[in-house]
């Protein structure tokens, strides 16, 4: 409790965007996001006021920050399962908890927990720890992810002849890593759909959406998915709220969907935090992703997530070649060109391919929205307009 | 310039609630708010990351914190304008400037500088130093205003009759307090209109709001004013931009309108910084004013300032009788009962009658957004539902 504002005081472990926009969000229902940084310079310390030093992998630094904090929330999935049953058991409130968090941290686990419940399709998978394994599940293509640590592409690869297969297999191998097969689904899109849930139980979902995934990346999110029809997204937010529930998820969890050429829904992945995916909510919908967070694990009831617009649509700006020396004068010369849009910088070194911000556009011409959109990123990154 | 981020930093005199909002604002813009803060404790000084600790009225603090800014702007009009000047001549950025901000800080120059210039209307007004000149102006009851200092209907006065013109006029002659006196106008509603001007010299203005005050403080605000013919919301709109053009005004200007009972429309007040009046703009217009005030002090071209709905509603939260010992309890049933709302809560200790926060609702249905708004926020400050 912060004695000057009689409120809770939420930590967030991690000082990354995801962080620094909880703050921002924190700001408004009267709160001041504590933050444990790596270092001084990551996004969300720039602009926190209490930010502690230390590692995520220390279980002493996590310790310390602990103390002074009422619910200790995460930025990223890092954080090892034994630390986080470790505060728990020291009486910290943890949300989400490490019994809900390891389907989102462990590939294996997920896949087996999903499929144990039987709730949600999933792509056709099986643990694998050789290369026959993986030749003996079915015929290449074939999709190799490794259970553990993977985030923007990283930790997957699509495994296309034997020669590649037998290089990533071994390479993982040998490194101890466990792995596990699955089919290569043939995709009309991906999707993804969010939902909050609260320590209390109440859950609330967004609209499903769409994401444009480019390299494994993230690059581009539509709010609501266009053409969904009704009754595939009425099953999709039903299963992700069910799913919440059955994990026993506190804060925002997003599930990212395979939607197959012939029309089914599969469970690709989990995230139990604030997610890419969301970032269109800040501006797209009534109540945000990142205040959908501070109140599910506040344990305060959760936001409207209606739209405030027809179509809201997201691109992810990276970090271009040129390492950001003019991206001031870019902010200048897009807001000059197209007033309407909502920029969010994350005060991220310019590093080429790094996530460094996003940008928000609302409104009802989807087909214009995208354009705007996708061009004002490209323009931010590379410093021209080729819309 | 931030070399971390490679954007250029602005600075903010004062760490009131307006400072906390600009630094939200400014978390998206890549940037992190510089704050001089009289205290740990003040409200922006709670939530940004780069505070100094220092008074507003030390030259020397000015400068010191002004080293480290590109762009210097204020949370408050309380800067003596001397001290502007000095920082003006050694070579700062501060916007607005003294020779602009003079007329926000004293009512007697805005008063002239308005009617030496003859495009707006005000009330019939002099300058008076005795209680005689009062009384020779016209016939009780009239309004007398110290020409400095004001604020939240602090410095305003009805005078109502003989013995009490006779007190207050005396108080403030023998304080040696410049004096104006005004015609009691009488009012069928007070009307607001913001502009927000760049250093560059774009203008924008959000669409003329109604504000709705007790006891001189401000309440509720409803955006857009309810029926306002198109011709006076556009002239009234006009005139505001061609204002803050004349004055030379960078950054948000707020003019406080009388709407007299024969149609007449009048400037009330002038304030330069982010204004209560547009605190519905965070959640109603693609662009709120914090944001905006970044943008135009930074002199980056302005956003849009579309509404979102047809309407929003803003309501003021005042401390309460009881200093708040139960405001996160009280924040939790009203998440529960209205989940569309959008609370904001400026974390300062709660004092009975202060400013403590205000919450915003968008809609359709005028009368039911209000009752909701004020129920809101009389629930915020009482602990009951008197709806």
């Given at each position: ?63 310390r920050f602990a103390e002074h904090v009422d619910v200790l929330t995460f930025d990223h999935e ?310």
């Open positions: 409790m912060d004695q000057r504002t009689k409120l809770p005081v939420v930590g967030m472990v991690g000082g990354g965007q995801l962080a620094r926009m909880t703050h921002q969000a924190a700001i408004a229902l009267g709160q001041s996001l504590k933050v444990l940084s790596a270092g001084p310079d990551e996004s969300a310390a720039l602009v926190a006021h209490d930010v502690e030093l230390g590692s995520h992998t220390e279980l002493a630094d996590l310790q890092h954080v090892p399962g034994e630390f986080i049953e470790a505060l728990e058991q020291s009486g910290i409130e943890v949300h989400p908890g490490a019994e809900a968090l390891q389907f989102a941290q462990d590939k294996l686990k997920m896949r087996r927990r999903v499929g144990d419940w039987g709730g949600a399709d999933q792509p056709r998978w099986a643990p694998v720890s050789t290369l026959d394994e993986v030749l003996e599940f079915g015929e290449l293509p074939l999709v190799l992810k490794a259970a553990t640590g993977g985030y923007d592409g990283k930790g997957v690869w699509v495994l296309r002849d034997a020669d590649q297969a037998r290089e990533v297999v071994e390479a993982l191998a040998s490194a101890g890593t466990p792995m596990l097969v699955e089919e290569l689904v043939p995709l009309r899109r991906e999707l993804a759909v969010l939902v909050a849930r609260s320590k209390f139980g109440q859950a609330s979902a967004w609209p499903v959406v769409q994401t444009v995934q480019e390299d494994g990346i993230c690059v581009e999110v539509i709010a609501p998915a266009p053409e969904l029809d009704e009754h595939t997204a009425t099953t999709a937010t039903a299963m992700a709220i069910a799913l919440a529930e059955e994990l026993g998820v506190t804060g925002v969890m997003a599930i990212e969907l395979f939607e197959s050429t012939d029309g089914r829904i599969l469970v690709n992945e989990l995230a139990m935090r604030p997610h890419n995916s969301g970032h269109w909510s800040m501006d797209g919908a009534v109540t945000g992703q990142f205040e959908q967070h501070l109140r599910a694990v506040l344990d305060y009831p959760l936001g409207d997530t209606s739209l405030r617009a027809p179509y809201t649509v997201m691109a992810n700006v990276l970090g271009g070649e040129d390492g950001g020396p003019g991206i001031d004068e870019r902010v200048h010369h897009l807001m000059a060109r197209w007033p309407q849009i909502k920029i969010h910088l994350y005060g991220k070194e310019v590093r080429p391919g790094r996530k460094i911000g996003h940008v928000n556009i609302s409104g009802d011409d989807l087909p214009r929205l995208r354009e705007i959109a996708q061009a004002a990123a490209a323009y931010l990154q590379k410093g021209t307009f080729d819309e």
